[in-house]
């Protein structure tokens, strides 16, 4: 196998690299198995680098200044914690350098350091990423003083200039001040296609305000096409009802972390989201009375759980209902097993499996953090984590040659 041509070993390697769920133990031994494999094992190698040490980011570093070419490959970088914990000034630097030798980094996952001054934060990457940057997912530490860091937060973001994926999770307050928030910044430079609010604490209703009314000014036509909400807050409910009433006719996926969705709003999906394709109710159960609310026209993919389907009857009516939807073409539920569920009675998604229709079993976690889906815009839904969507994840053309002039990559 050492002798085929590296295009049929990336393809190998590419297989078993998705399969594993973007897992490095394989491509690590990969690279030890001759030094022909070396180079094309490191393409996918460095593509998802995990920082979760600063002894781990001094190493990432070194390896790339030693080898120019390996800071070309990475398109995602999570930074752990304990470096969320040592995010100071010198945190701040350490992260600086990880972005400066990577030319087309695409995807961020990271904690906030909300403490921090906002001239330093201003620092934290590298003003090349600030440029380049599409897709931002940022964890937030719950007895942080968050409100008193939007200012900062919002002076942050408005750096990104090419940003169009964003998720925030865990975004709760246990701290509620008094004050009135500081001025925001004027309205951002981006204009997002994907955003994602997520916190399995009670978050905080003026902070959601605030932040989607700078995200989503009201003086223009916006690109959001994807939208996920969960929190544990009654307040933030009808707030984000109202977002959707603004924002919903354009959207094309709504992930809803609420069961059942709108029960305490009101809310008919269909009505203020005719045109999803995408529908994920991760909590939500399949009673007869929600098929009302659910667009039909445009549903590629729906998520549900299939707790829900326990008699008989609701089984062949959802069943019904599914095979004639006119787009679908993929399902999906997480399973809690009940005596009477659909797992016990496969034959009725054999039924919709003979329409063509992709049935599978999928985790909560994939909605949640990225981690088994990538941040690109969608041909078709779900857009899963695959090899194809690697392309996708591209950089403006001008900044890459811009960066390939400049000192790092000389």
């Not at 980011?57 to 470096?83: C, D, E, S």
């Amino acid at each position: 196998m050492a002798t085929l041509l590296p295009e049929i070993l990336l393809m190998v390697f590419e297989h078993a690299w998705v399969r594993d769920f973007g897992s490095t133990k394989r491509l690590l031994d990969y690279c030890l198995v001759c030094s022909s494999w070396r180079p094309i094992a490191q393409r996918l190698l460095f593509t998802d680098v995990v920082l979760s040490t600063p002894q781990v980011a001094n190493t990432f570093i070194q390896a790339v200044q030693a080898n120019r070419i390996l800071g070309r490959y990475p398109k995602i970088l999570r930074f752990w914690p304990p470096i969320a914990k040592e995010l100071g000034k010198n945190g701040v630097h350490l992260i600086h350098e990880v972005t400066s030798v990577c030319s087309q980094v695409y995807l961020i996952v990271g904690s906030l350091p909300t403490s921090i001054p906002v001239h330093h934060l201003l620092n934290l990457v590298s003003p090349y990423t600030f440029r380049t940057l599409k897709a931002l997912v940022l964890y937030f530490n719950s007895h942080v003083k968050i409100r008193s860091t939007l200012h900062n937060l919002l002076h942050f973001l408005s750096n990104f200039i090419n940003l169009s994926h964003l998720t925030l999770l865990e975004v709760s307050s246990f701290y509620k001040p008094a004050t009135t928030l500081e001025t925001p910044p004027p309205s951002p430079p981006f204009d997002l296609y994907e955003f994602n609010w997520k916190s399995s604490q009670p978050g905080d209703p003026v902070l959601f305000q605030s932040l989607t009314n700078w995200l989503f000014n009201s003086t223009k036509s916006h690109n959001l096409r994807i939208f996920g909400f969960e929190d544990k807050e009654p307040k933030l409910h009808p707030l984000c009802v109202d977002f959707l009433r603004r924002h919903g006719s354009a959207l094309q996926s709504l992930r809803w972390w609420i069961e059942p969705p709108g029960s305490d709003d009101n809310i008919v999906i269909k009505e203020i989201c005719p045109n999803l394709r995408e529908l994920v109710l991760p909590l939500t159960t399949l009673t007869d009375s929600l098929r009302a609310t659910i667009p039909t026209a445009e549903l590629e993919y729906l998520h549900f759980q299939e707790r829900d389907l326990e008699s008989e009857e609701s089984n062949k009516a959802w069943i019904a209902w599914i095979i004639k939807l006119p787009r679908i073409r993929h399902i999906s539920y997480s399973r809690v097993v009940l005596s009477n569920s659909a797992s016990s009675n496969p034959n009725y998604w054999r039924e919709c499996s003979s329409r063509g229709i992709e049935v599978d079993i999928v985790p909560l976690s994939m909605f949640y953090t990225m981690a088994s889906e990538d941040a690109i815009p969608v041909s078709h839904f779900p857009r899963g984590k695959t090899i194809a969507n690697l392309s996708k994840m591209s950089i403006p053309v001008d900044a890459i040659q811009d960066q390939t002039e400049s000192r790092h990559f000389n």
